[in-house]
């Protein structure tokens, strides 16, 4: 293992936590407690760096150990008890607590079971008005209860589908839970999804039950989706019941039931205790190059591992409340929900993350008392842009932490934050993936934050950076891969019987090791740099770059609002390196502003850095989850036909896609036309 050079300066933290937060954060007590109870490395509190080390080295080195510490230390409810932790380390395939029975939705309504927390809020709702609205322990409790016995009535069943097309509102909230409490299996897709890419999801599980919305609101302006939810009951023939939310106020559609009648009832919840493996929820890929993969993941697998990440890492309790920007068809709403874990109020908001201006989220932690807000690295530089203050023009004396995600937060956001929202502010960039619903990397409460950097990799979590030979790497960028199973790991992807796809999709470079696709750099001081995705990674002159350095520095110009680059390995073995823009309104892409591109990449980056080509651009393709599509457009530029090279379905807009295979055609016409 290469180490860095000792002489290298060391440098200066943005922000670090003080004596009095560190001995204050749950997972100093834990630390603690792990060490008294569990064999632990014991803290040495006069470096909470090297405390963090230890224990993070222990927690991957003594996997079973550090998993009971966490199921004991967060009072776990094993109906039947487990025979070992971990009965096998084999991935695929490691079965975690084998013969234990549980029930995550009985976790999750824990709180409600406290005299003086049951009419204290669970959910806070807010919509485009930016008004909350509670939903209290007891009554989240008791509609769950009310709504899972008429689950029961409906004949569902342990094991079976039941599907959500819903916005972020309480009533998802309420249907995962009692589909969880009995059992059945949870999948979700939100309604700004058209009808083909919701399909591409459900039809692949068959649900047996459809929650669905009439419509839904947005910028300021309300989205009928009675004709899409109308084609959905018409393709998914293994529907036994709909249930209309009537969030538009219409009536509901023939043969469908009513969401009042559902769960109007006072009913007790009764919690299906099921094996530790029993599926939970099935979430997807964004499925840019084919059907999205259904990944399957475990009820006590994602207890455990959400109870460690917000009680544990985001250092969330029941004087928390917890805000992250997000829809229902990403992960970041799953793990939201699971705040509950902990006893944290979650908020939920559903609306436009920037109306009826940029500031709309910042305003939404403001009125609901946020103490953790998470939201994308992409709109906290869209507020660095639009000039917005949170700090001077808001009270966020709530907020202790900001956390980001969906793409590394480039240096600049770090600043901002620091200087826009507070000095004293835990900045908190995480990085994990739908594949285990959870972070590989990201937020710890008793460590310094350096501009750039993801704190530290996981509790539990085996991160390392491997060459492609499989040697492990420090201070060199690297491909991420775990060497240890993790409990959240899919336990399989929905009809991939034999495993070939779950395999062939992180198994298959490093066999026994989990590759997820994304450079990183783990530091000597055992941080974390994210560079963009491996499989999209920039290799120029036999040097592998992360697109995201590149989009951070040329991002800075005010005259460029988005930008997307791409490396192609050309037939005569050459190699093009296009780098588009999308324009910011009023600029021009003439000579001087290609020279200050070049030139911001040169001198921020490096030579190799510079792009072959500047091209305009009418926009840049996201998927439906709002990240930059990068592979399918490589595709794309090496002749792939548009319709294999991506799943219509999956794209914000696939018109932006004909741009980039008109690019392709052109270059292919080029030559030919040449020498006639």
């Known amino acids: 293992m290469t180490t860095a050079p000792q002489s290298v300066p060391q440098p200066e933290p943005l922000w670090q936590p003080g004596p009095d937060r560190i001995a204050g954060a749950r997972l100093t007590r834990f630390h603690d407690w792990a060490a008294d109870r569990h064999g632990a490395p014991a803290r040495d509190s006069g470096d909470p760096v090297a405390d963090y080390a230890a224990l993070h080295r222990w927690s991957v080195t003594e996997l079973s150990r550090f998993w009971q510490a966490v199921a004991d230390w967060f009072d776990v409810r094993f109906a039947t008890p487990y025979d070992t932790v971990l009965a096998d380390r084999a991935m695929p395939g490691a079965r975690w607590f084998p013969g234990a029975t549980l029930n995550y939705a009985e976790h999750a309504l824990r709180a409600a079971e406290d005299p003086d927390r049951a009419d204290a809020p669970a959910l806070l709702y807010v919509d485009e008005t930016h008004e909350p609205a509670t939903v209290t322990w007891s009554a989240l409790r008791t509609q769950v209860g009310s709504l899972a016995a008429e689950l029961r009535r409906l004949g569902v069943r342990p094991g079976d589908r039941v599907s959500g097309y819903v916005p972020n509102v309480p009533q998802a909230v309420v249907a995962l839970l009692a589909t969880a409490a009995v059992g059945a299996v949870w999948t979700s897709c939100a309604p700004d999804f058209g009808a083909r890419s919701v399909l591409d999801r459900f039809q692949q599980v068959e649900p047996v039950v459809l929650f669905t919305v009439d419509g839904y609101r947005y910028g300021g302006k309300e989205h009928d989706r009675r004709d899409t939810v109308a084609e959905l009951r018409r393709e998914l023939p293994t529907l036994r019941a709909v249930v209309h939310i009537p969030l538009l106020g219409t009536p509901a559609p023939e043969g469908a039931l009513e969401w009042a009648d559902l769960t109007s009832a006072a009913t007790e919840p009764v919690f299906e205790q099921v094996p530790f493996d029993h599926p939970l929820w099935v979430l997807y890929s964004s499925g840019t190059t084919g059907l999205p993969k259904a990944i399957v993941q475990s009820q006590g697998g994602i207890l455990l591992e959400h109870l460690k990440q917000t009680g544990l890492h985001c250092d969330l309790g029941p004087d928390d409340r917890f805000f992250w920007y997000t829809s229902t068809g990403w992960m970041m709403w799953n793990f939201l929900v699971s705040g509950l874990l902990v006893g944290a109020t979650i908020v939920l908001y559903d609306g436009s993350p ?20 998470g939201t994308s690295a992409a709109y906290v530089m869209a507020c660095r842009k639009a000039g917005v203050h949170p700090g001077r023009d808001l009270d966020l004396s709530a907020v202790k932490c900001v956390a980001t995600t969906g793409s590394p937060l480039p240096p600049d956001g770090f600043r901002w934050l620091h200087d826009e929202v507070a000095a004293d502010l835990w900045i908190a960039s995480v990085s994990g993936g739908t594949d285990v619903c959870s972070c590989f990397a990201g937020a710890a409460p008793t460590l310094p934050v350096h501009i750039g950097e993801l704190q530290a990799p996981c509790l539990g979590t085996d991160l390392q950076a491997w060459d492609p030979h499989g040697k492990p790497l420090i201070d060199e960028v690297g491909e991420l891969v775990v060497t240890n199973p993790m409990p959240s790991m899919p336990v ?5 019987p034999e495993g070939t796809r779950y395999h062939d999709s992180y198994f298959d470079t490093y066999p026994g090791v989990w590759r997820h696709g994304d450079w990183i750099t783990l530091t000597s001081r055992n941080s974390v740099v994210i560079h963009g995705r491996s499989d999209s990674t920039l290799n120029r002159q036999g040097v592998r770059m992360g697109s995201a350095d590149i989009y951070e520095a040329v991002e800075r110009l005010p005259e460029i609002r988005e930008s997307l680059v791409i490396g192609l390995e050309l037939p005569d073995g050459g190699y093009w390196m296009p780098l588009f823009v999308h324009l910011a309104p009023g600029a021009v892409l003439d000579d001087a502003l290609r020279d200050r591109v070049k030139r911001t990449l040169r001198e921020q980056c490096s030579p190799r850095h510079v792009p072959d080509e500047i091209i305009e651009a009418p926009g840049v393709p996201h998927t439906l989850t709002g990240k930059r599509i990068e592979v399918p457009v490589k595709r794309l530029l090496q002749g792939t036909p548009l319709e294999k090279a991506v799943n219509p379905g999956s794209v914000d807009n696939i018109e932006l ?20």
């Open 657 to 676: 896609l004909r741009f980039y295979e008109r690019i392709a055609a052109e270059r292919a016409a080029g030559p030919a036309a040449q020498e006639g």
């Open 492 to 496: 399989r992807f929905w009809n991939d």
């Open 354 to 373: 920037g109306h009826p201006d940029t500031a709309a989220q910042w305003r939404i932690a403001e009125r609901t008392g946020t103490t953790l807000f």
